[in-house]
């Protein structure tokens, strides 16, 4: 109950020298955690990046050993797998590279909003920061032929405050996007390899290739 407490000051405090925008920083940045928090669930829980099973199923059916395929397959908790042996050896290759597609598509769910979260960030800390200079000016302007010095280096800091706040949500944010990007883009690479592999393995002719 203290920690809350000390929490709620601290905000209180930040809001106090930062006003609104630093507010709506601090908003932006719990979405943000919770966005990434969110995806790294998802992506353990779908099996992302446990490719094991996958490659050794792509070399089971380059040397023709289907049977086998399908059984490493099973033990793989990648949900691409579960994709790959879905309906019998005559399956549609469109259709599963259709449920593949679903499938990177739930992975890249979220994105927009931390690519979004990245990008406004820096521009509400910077819009924050010439809010702030205004006003120290505009202070230093009410203060006529008595200018303290102190005044205006007190509301620069100020405003500056809000530029930091800013860099401080954005820049996390991009870092956690492109590896979550980087690793729906293997997912991708890897999919489309293991499509090939089952409908055209490399130990086939092209005449003896599954339609």
């Known amino acids: 109950m203290t920690f809350l407490i000390s929490l709620q000051t601290q905000l209180w405090s930040i809001y106090d020298l930062g006003g609104p925008v630093v507010a709506i920083l601090i908003g932006l940045s719990v979405v943000s955690l919770s966005v990434i928090l969110w995806k790294l669930w998802q992506f353990m829980t779908l099996g992302v990046g446990q490719h094991r099973e996958i490659k050794r199923a792509i070399t089971n059916w380059d040397h023709g050993q289907r049977d086998e ?3 490493t397959l ?14 019998d050896i ?6 599963i590279e259709a449920d ?3 499938h990177l598509a739930r992975l890249e769910s979220g994105f927009r909003i931390l690519d979004s979260i990245a990008q406004i ?7 924050g920061t010439v809010l702030g ?6 202070a230093l302007q009410d203060a006529g032929a008595s200018v303290d010095p102190s005044l205006l280096a007190g ?9 930091a706040a800013g860099l401080a949500v954005a820049m996390p944010t991009s870092l956690a996007l492109t590896y979550f990007d980087s690793r729906v883009a293997a997912e991708r690479t890897l999919a489309e390899t293991a499509i090939e592999a089952r409908f055209t393995p490399l130990s086939l002719k092209p005449e003896q290739n599954v339609a």
């Open 121 to 127: 960030a820096p521009l509400l800390g910077l819009f």
């Open 133 to 138: 200079m205004i006003d120290a000016f505009q």
């Open 74 to 87: 099973l033990q793989s908790r990648n949900a691409v797998a579960i994709s790959l042996i879905r309906g």
């Open 100 to 102: 593949i597609s679903a």
């Open 69 to 71: 395929a399908k059984h």
């Open 90 to 95: 005559t399956a549609q290759k469109s259709r």
């Open 155 to 163: 509301g620069i800091w100020v405003a500056l405050l809000t530029t």
